[in-house]
């Protein structure tokens, strides 16, 4: 549920009282990209949401994007980032301009994939739980079983550490 995780994330980033709170989303033609991007959109309802910035789920991408939503606003207390991979490359762009994570920046990432410094807080995905669905669905698909639904939404949860 990409979805509400990032509403999840987002909130809980408000829920520390930053203002303002900027996201590097995904490639906007991919799914999971646009879901979580919507996501921090509804949370960010009622507040400024302009400090979009996208990155491509790699690390040099969220380094880009971290480095242009500080250059449109230098006063960026807080940061959504859509993977964690790409949160790698935001940590050191924040380390590189000599801010300080979470004191001046808060960062949240999403997939609960990858170690960080510091300890990333993130949106965890079962990926064992997938992956038994995946197959699941797969397996009913070749056996050619009808009125399966068209999609299968899973849970997923905030694990906060040390970033925000």
């Known amino acids: 549920d990409n979805f509400t ?3 999840e994330a987002t909130q809980h980033l408000i829920s520390l009282g930053r203002k303002r709170i900027g996201t590097i989303a995904g490639p906007a033609d991919m799914a999971v990209g646009l879901d979580r991007l919507s996501g921090w959109r509804r949370a ?3 507040r ?3 400090l979009v910035a996208y990155g491509d789920f790699t690390p040099e991408g969220g380094a880009s994007a971290m480095t242009s939503l500080l250059t449109r606003e230098p ?3 807080a940061v959504f980032v859509a993977a964690d991979i790409m949160a790698l490359g935001a940590l050191q762009v924040l380390h590189a301009s000599g801010l300080r994570v979470p004191d001046d920046v808060a960062v949240v990432g999403f997939d609960d994939s990858m170690p960080a410094v510091p300890p990333l807080t993130t949106v965890r995905q079962d990926v ?3 992956g038994r669905m995946l197959t699941w669905r797969l ?3 070749i056996e050619g079983e009808e009125g399966l639904p068209p999609s299968v939404l899973l849970p997923t949860s905030l694990v906060v550490r040390t970033s925000a």
């Open 5 to 7: 995780g990032a509403v």
């Open 139 to 141: 397996l009913a698909e």
């Open 128 to 130: 064992e739980r997938f």
């Open 44 to 46: 960010m309802y009622g």
């Open 48 to 50: 400024p949401a302009d």
């Open 75 to 77: 006063d960026l207390d």
